[in-house]
């Protein structure tokens, strides 16, 4: 059983790359010639129906992970990022289904491919639940929690994508800058993935001599450009060179705090690369790439898609980040509230998209500013999910 | 799933609808009234709460601290001695609880009753008390419409197929009103009257008597005053297991609770999400510790080497007598944790079980007595050993403790109350739209002018839908194809 969610789950992986894949094309190909037209939606209508049979592959993986665990799917950050790209892929099914937007799918489909390819960058084992994590409330908080925040990644891809729109008509210089940022920092994430996958699937593993903050050694699963305080050149090699190149300095606080530096190191060098060459290949900036694939769409309708994504996940997103989260927390902890950072970052998150909503009806307010206020509240969501962990630590163990 | 959906204009008519007639001349409560019941007011203090929280879950706070330094000293060295004691003294350090952070969720407390308030009256009569009948202009004027020849008479065929779509229908002067999902225009204001609710649940708390938070410790079989109540805990027995892995699986406390005169009122297990819960106050598990709680003492002759019998010594508290064969133990002094102070007495360095130590004076039968040392975990260890019998320790065993968190919030079921609004508010919101229509006869005609609060692309379908049925022959279906870059 668990082997054939294994393969729903790589076969659900690979429809949503194909999927990406043929919506790109269908851009690139519009971007032609107009006698492409009829080829190009051809592209985009398979690429809705594998991107379909992806969201029905991947909900049977994790059904058969919960028959062959016994537990449901939802305990560690490899189950929990599959099933936020689950939630992505599928309201952007709902949402195509709904407006025919093709388009929409050559910046929605890559970024559940990203978070699924992220999900698998930690380890895929079944672990079973320690006490907290015992209670019906894990499920029913983790699920709504995510699937409100897929619709947001909806909305998100349609806000960069109308944002890209009219940058044409107007835009201010540090709404280019902040534009193009949006694809550097997609890049950083593709180039985390990269090497992460890249050196889990090699094996690589070394554990260097730590006398900072920590028990004796840490283990890296990267080659360790920057080292624990104690270690020296030559603990490591990777491709002839002797690793560690540099220490990390003493200032910093934190028990994995030098492998937590030389991953991000890692993710910056890769993404820089990713991103250069990217930038070689569109020979331009990336935003003026993404402004041709947008350039004959509608803005309203994007406005609109961008709208609904957050009118359709909030109330599921409020249930979920919130409402259970407060009572589980109460069932648990004995407070329904501590300020703990995931928490908080959870409160962010929903006011922001709260204060989106409210923009929404403020003249003045409703078309741009409003954009970016969508756009950025992915980025949040990002954050609560990913960066408390990585960089605050709190009192939910979800931590890789 | 097609009802959630809004355009940004209908929340702008809204918004015209339901605004405030401009007076000539305002006086302090009459603006400060204004800025309170303002959108863009309400909606950049949400930004700058949300702003504010990002920082104090950046900076650290003082109740995550663990320093053998005071706090100021410590924000001093971690930030620099200037910002440190800035932050420090603005209270950014304890943020959601200092006065700046407090003052703002007042402000958006206050924010939200004073825009349900404002919006009540003008949004009741608007959706509540319509007008079945209003100037034939309006109908015309209305974006989306549709126009039908009738079979029969007026608009009894409309009225008909609206009756069937679960449309509150009024016929009134050969005119039609009908509309449905009213809860879609009452969700915000139900979210709003939630989240006061919960805002109020939490000052709650403020009141004496509505909230304490104590933390206790049980040892195994010990029986323990439950704090702020007239009863008592004791815990049977504190369990913990691991998986294989080496990861906790449960934890535990077999609990029973008492009153003064030893009589039990309940028993429950007390595990991780399911606390105890008697009398308004909860009991969670939330700690344990584990410590050496009893040993299997042998008393041996020193010669011979012969055991003499044995006993259990209870570590936590010995008794003060124990009797083996015909053999007095008498625990004359005991150190949990053996040490020895500054002017070289022997003294216990702690209350917990690290290195016990007891002077005992033993008497045997033919009345002889003897007084010894007797360490635990190094029996080899002795003062006197000239003495003719001695002590060996068998086995140890270990005693749990368990730690649970005794709490009572008044303001819970006030809370929870709120969250349950809430959740209805914002569903009703966005998931249940408000759509009206107006009908009146213009002639041979009937003229359908058709509203709703969102999601417009909808509403064109059913309109769409509507004249085919009444009117196939004028209005054919029309292609619903709706597309990008055609």
């Not at chain 1, 300020?339 to 409703?366: C, N």
């Not at chain 2, 879609?184 to 709650?204: F, K, Q």
């Not at chain 2, 005992?360 to 006197?384: C, H, L, Q, R």
């Not at chain 2, 049925?469 to 029309?478: E, H, M, S, Y």
Request: aromatic share 14%; with cysteine; proline share 5%.
């Amino acid at each position: 059983m668990s082997g054939l969610s294994s393969y729903l789950f790589f076969g659900a992986f690979a429809a949503y790359v194909i999927s990406a894949i043929l919506y790109v094309a269908r851009i690139t190909l519009r971007r032609r010639d107009q006698k492409f037209f009829a080829q190009a939606d051809r592209l985009g209508e398979i690429g809705f129906k594998v991107a379909a049979v992806g969201v029905v592959s991947h909900g049977g993986a994790m059904v058969t992970r919960w028959i062959a665990s016994g537990q449901v799917p939802m305990s560690n950050m490899f189950e929990y990022m599959s099933f936020l790209g689950w939630a992505v892929m599928l309201f952007f099914v709902i949402l195509s289904f709904w407006y025919k937007i093709p388009a929409l799918g050559a910046f929605v489909a890559p970024v559940g491919v990203i978070v699924i390819a992220y999900a698998s960058v930690f380890p895929t084992d079944v672990k079973p639940l320690v006490p907290a994590l015992q209670s019906y409330w894990l499920p029913l908080h983790v699920s709504t929690a995510a699937l409100g925040e897929g619709a947001f990644a909806v909305s998100f891809g349609a806000a960069v994508m109308y944002l890209l729109r009219v940058r044409k008509e107007h835009a201010e210089p540090w709404e280019e800058k902040a534009l193009e940022s949006f694809f550097y920092v997609t890049t950083l994430l593709i180039g985390f993935i990269v090497v992460a996958l890249g050196f889990k699937l090699g094996g690589y593993e070394v554990a260097l001599t730590n006398i900072g903050q920590g028990n004796g050694t840490i283990t890296y699963t990267l080659p360790p450009i920057f080292g624990p305080i104690g270690s020296s050149a030559g603990d490591a090699t990777f491709l002839g060179m002797n690793m560690p190149l540099l220490t990390a300095p003493t200032w910093m606080h934190g028990i994995d705090a030098p492998k937590k530096l030389n991953t991000l190191v890692w993710t910056i060098l890769a993404g820089t690369v990713i991103y250069g060459f990217l930038r070689l290949i569109a020979r331009g900036p990336l935003r003026e790439l993404g402004s041709r694939a947008v350039a004959g769409m509608n803005p309203k309708l994007l406005d609109e898609v961008s709208y609904r994504g957050i009118a359709v996940g909030f109330p599921i997103f409020t249930l979920g980040a919130i409402v259970f989260a407060m009572i589980w927390a109460k069932k648990a902890w004995g407070e329904y509230w501590q300020w703990d950072p995931k928490e908080t970052w959870a409160l962010i998150s929903w006011l922001f998209y709260s204060g989106y909503l409210h923009m929404r009806i403020v003249k003045g307010w409703e078309g741009r500013p409003a954009a970016w206020v969508a756009a950025l509240g992915w980025v949040l969501i990002l954050f609560t999910l990913v960066g408390v962990n990585l960089l605050i630590a709190g009192l939910h163990s979800y931590a890789a | 799933m097609d009802e959630m959906s809004a355009a940004p204009r209908a929340a702008a008519e809204e918004e015209i609808q339901t605004a405030e007639p401009q007076k000539p001349t305002k006086d302090l409560l009459d603006r400060t009234w204004d800025f309170f019941a303002s959108v863009p007011v309400a909606t950049v203090l949400i930004f700058i709460i949300a702003a504010a929280s990002i920082g104090g879950s950046l900076i650290e706070q003082e109740n995550t601290l663990s320093t053998l330094q005071a706090p100021l000293e410590y924000y001093k060295a971690r930030y620099g001695s200037v910002m440190g004691t800035v932050l420090f003294r603005t209270g950014m350090t304890h943020m959601y609880s200092s006065w700046w952070y407090l003052t703002m969720l007042f402000m958006i407390g206050i924010s939200l009753v004073i825009c349900s308030l404002d919006r009540f009256v003008p949004l009741w009569t608007a959706v509540q008390k319509p007008n079945p009948t209003p100037d034939p202009g309006f109908v015309k004027h209305l974006r989306n419409r549709f126009e039908y020849r009738p079979e029969g008479q007026g608009v009894a065929g409309l009225a008909a197929l609206l009756k069937a779509k679960r449309y509150l229908v009024i016929e009134k002067d050969g005119r039609l009103y009908a509309d449905k999902g009213r809860w879609g225009r009452w969700g915000p204001y139900i979210t709003h009257i939630g989240l006061i609710l919960i805002l109020v649940g939490a000052m709650m708390r403020a009141i004496p008597g509505v909230y304490f938070s104590q933390f206790i410790w049980v040892r195994d079989g010990e029986i323990v005053k439950v704090p702020n109540t007239d009863f008592f805990i004791q815990s049977e027995k504190f369990v913990a297991e691991w998986y294989d892995s080496g990861a906790p699986k449960l934890y535990k406390t077999e609990a029973k609770i008492l009153d003064g005169e030893g009589n039990e009122l309940l028993r429950h297990d007390i595990v991780m999400n399911e606390p105890l819960s008697f009398r308004g106050v909860e009991l969670f598990q939330s700690s344990f510790k584990q410590e050496l709680g009893k040993a299997v003492v042998g008393l041996v002759e020193r010669e011979s080497g012969k055991e003499i019998g044995t006993f259990e010594l209870d570590l936590l508290q010995p008794k003060p007598l124990y009797e083996v064969n015909g053999y007095k133990i008498r625990v004359i002094d005991y150190f949990p944790d053996f040490g020895l102070d500054e002017a070289g007495k022997p003294t216990s360095k702690s209350s917990a079980v690290n290195n016990p130590g007891l002077v005992a004076e033993v008497s045997s039968p033919d009345g002889k007595t003897f007084t010894n040392w007797y360490f635990i975990m190094y029996p080899e260890m002795e003062f006197d050993p000239s003495v003719p019998v001695r002590f060996t320790t068998i086995d140890m065993g270990v005693a749990s403790t368990t730690g649970l968190s005794v709490k009572k919030d008044m303001g819970v079921p006030v809370i929870y109350l709120g969250l349950l609004i809430v959740s209805f508010g914002v569903f009703a919101t966005f998931y249940i739209a408000h759509r009206r229509y107006w009908a009146l006869v213009d002639g041979p005609r009937v003229i359908v002018g058709g509203w709703t609060n969102r999601n417009h692309g909808s509403l064109t379908t059913e309109m769409q839908q509507l004249a085919h049925q009444l009117d196939p022959k004028t209005n054919p279906i029309a292609d619903t194809l709706e597309g990008e870059e055609r």
